[in-house]
C-alpha cells in the first residue's frame, strides 16, 4: 500500500502519535528506577500493578466505548485527559513541590488514559486498510513507535533526571495540541449503526455495563481468541522487563566497564548508561527492520511465526539473567529484538481477522489484554528479586515464554479444526 493511498486519518495519525512516543520513551523507561529509589524495591512493584490494574478495566471499557461511540471521540477525550494528568505529573515535580506520591496518581491516569486511546486506534486502521495491507501497515505504525524508543531513552537520560518539570510541560503542550488536530482533521469511521444507536438513550448506567460483559463473554467463547489472549500474557512478561526487571537489574547489578579502548582512549559505560543504550539498540532495530520482517513474516504460517518468537524471547530473557558483560547484553538484546520482529507485525491483523466488522474495538481491546495484563503481572519480577534473586527470576520468566509456545501451537491447531469444519459446513450447504 503506498503512502498516496493511505487515508489522511492514518496520516495524521502517524506523525502526531510519533511526537507523542517519542515524549512518552523519555519518562516511561525511567519509572521503575525512580519509584524503586523513593519507595523500595518491593512497595515500587506493588505500586507498578496497582497502576496497571485500573488501565485493565480502562482497556476493556475503551474498546466498548470505540463500538457504540466512535473512534475518534475516544481519542480526542483520551487525548484531554493525557493532557490534564500530564499537568499533575509536572506539579508533582516541579521546582516548588515534589511529591513521588503524586507522581505515582499521575504516571496511572497516563496509564488509563493510553488504554482507553489504543483500541479505537487499532479499530480505526482496521476499519480503513483493506486486510491485505493491514499487518504493513500496522508494521510502519510499530516502526514509528520504535524510532521514538530509540530518541526517546537517549533524550530521557538527559531530560527526565536534570529537566523533569520542563519535559512535562512539553508533554502537556503536545497533547493539548494533538487532540485538537485529532478533532479537526481526523474522521470517524465506526459502523455508522454504532454511531447512531440511540434506542439505548433512556437504560441506566449498569445497563451498559452489563451489555459490556455480555459482549466480551462471546469474546471469551472463542478459543483461538482466548488463547492467543493467554499465550499473549505469558510471553509479554518477558518484553515488559525491559523498563522493569532490565532496567533494575543493570542498574544495580552490572559494574562500570571498557566497553571500547584504543591506544590511550577508553570509552567506559555504567549499568545505567548501557541500560539507554540497549534500550536504544532494540528501537533502531526494529525502526529499521519492521516493514522488511513483517513481509517475511506474512509468508508464514502465523502459529508458527508465534512459535519461534515466543522461544527466542525465551532464550534472550535467559541470557540476560546470566551475564553483566556488557557486550553479552548487547547479544541478548539481538535475540530478544529478533523475536519482536517476528511477531510485531502480524498480531494486529492477526486479530482483525478474527474479529467481525461490528466488534472490532472490542476485539482490539480484549486483544490488549496481553499487554494489560501482562504490565500488571509484570512489576512482580521486581521483589521477586529479593526472593529468589536476579538469575532465578530471570530463568522463570524465560520458562513463562516457553509456556507460551506451546499454546501458541494449541491455538494453531484449534484454528485448523476451525477452518475444516468451516469447509465441511460449505460443502453440505452446496
Known amino acids: 500500500m503506498k503512502w498516496k493511498d493511505w487515508d489522511r486519518n492514518l496520516k495524521v ?107 479505537a486506534s487499532h479499530a480505526m486502521v482496521a476499519d480503513v486498510v483493506p486486510e491485505k495491507d493491514r499487518n504493513n501497515v500496522f508494521a510502519i505504525f510499530y516502526m514509528m513507535i520504535n524510532i521514538a524508543v530509540v530518541v526517546g531513552p537517549i533524550l530521557g537520560g538527559i531530560f527526565f533526571f536534570n529537566y523533569r518539570f520542563e519535559l512535562l510541560v512539553i508533554a502537556f503542550v503536545t497533547s493539548v495540541i494533538f487532540s485538537i488536530v485529532l478533532q479537526i482533521y481526523v474522521r470517524e469511521t465506526a459502523p455508522k449503526f454504532e454511531q447512531t444507536k440511540q434506542e439505548d438513550g433512556d437504560k441506566k448506567w449498569y445497563s451498559f455495563v452489563m451489555e459490556q460483559m455480555r459482549n466480551y ?119 530478544f529484538t529478533a523475536a519482536e520482529l517476528m511477531a510485531v507485525g502480524i498480531q494486529e491483523g492477526y486479530v482483525a481477522k478474527l474479529a467481525p466488522e461490528n466488534m472490532r474495538g472490542q476485539y482490539y481491546a480484549a486483544a490488549s489484554l496481553r499487554f494489560t495484563i501482562g504490565r500488571t503481572l509484570a512489576p512482580i519480577s521486581i521483589p521477586l528479586t529479593i526472593w529468589i534473586g536476579f538469575t532465578n527470576t530471570f530463568y522463570v520468566i524465560g520458562l513463562l515464554a516457553f509456556v507460551s509456545a506451546g499454546l501458541y501451537y494449541v491455538m494453531g491447531y484449534l484454528m485448523e479444526q476451525q477452518t475444516k469444519s468451516s469447509k465441511g459446513m460449505k460443502k453440505k450447504l452446496v
Not at 506493588?46 to 470505540?66: H, K, T
Not at 544495580?252 to 584504543?262: D, G
Open 13 to 119: 495519525r502517524l506523525f502526531g502519535e510519533g511526537v507523542i512516543n517519542i515524549l512518552f520513551w523519555m519518562y516511561f523507561p525511567f519509572m521503575a528506577i525512580y519509584f524503586a529509589d523513593h519507595f523500595g524495591k518491593g512497595t515500587a512493584g506493588l505500586l507498578l500493578i496497582l497502576s496497571q490494574c485500573a488501565g485493565v478495566i480502562a482497556n476493556l471499557f475503551g474498546g466498548y466505548c470505540a463500538d457504540r461511540f466512535g473512534r475518534k471521540k475516544m481519542m480526542v477525550y483520551s487525548y484531554i485527559g493525557t493532557a490534564f494528568s500530564f499537568i499533575l505529573f509536572a506539579a508533582a515535580n516541579s521546582p516548588w513541590y515534589e511529591s513521588p506520591v503524586l507522581s505515582f496518581i499521575a504516571f496511572s491516569l497516563l496509564g488509563i488514559w493510553g488504554s482507553l486511546y489504543w483500541p
Open 217 to 335: 463473554r462471546v469474546i471469551v467463547t472463542d478459543k483461538v481468541f482466548f488463547i492467543f489472549i493467554i499465550a499473549g500474557i505469558l510471553v509479554a512478561q518477558t518484553f515488559m522487563q525491559m523498563d522493569l526487571l532490565l532496567a533494575v537489574y543493570m542498574a544495580e547489578i552490572v559494574p562500570v566497564q571498557t566497553i571500547l579502548s584504543f591506544n590511550e582512549w577508553t570509552l567506559k559505560a555504567s549499568g545505567e548508561q548501557a541500560f539507554s543504550w540497549v534500550i536504544a539498540e532494540n528501537g533502531l532495530l526494529v525502526a529499521l527492520f519492521t516493514v522488511l520482517a513483517t513481509k517475511v513474516s506474512n509468508k508464514f504460517n502465523e502459529r508458527n511465526v508465534f512459535m519461534m518468537s515466543a522461544l527466542t524471547y525465551g532464550v534472550a530473557i535467559i541470557l540476560f539473567g546470566s551475564t553483566v558483560n556488557i557486550w553479552g547484553l548487547f547479544f541478548a538484546m539481538f535475540l
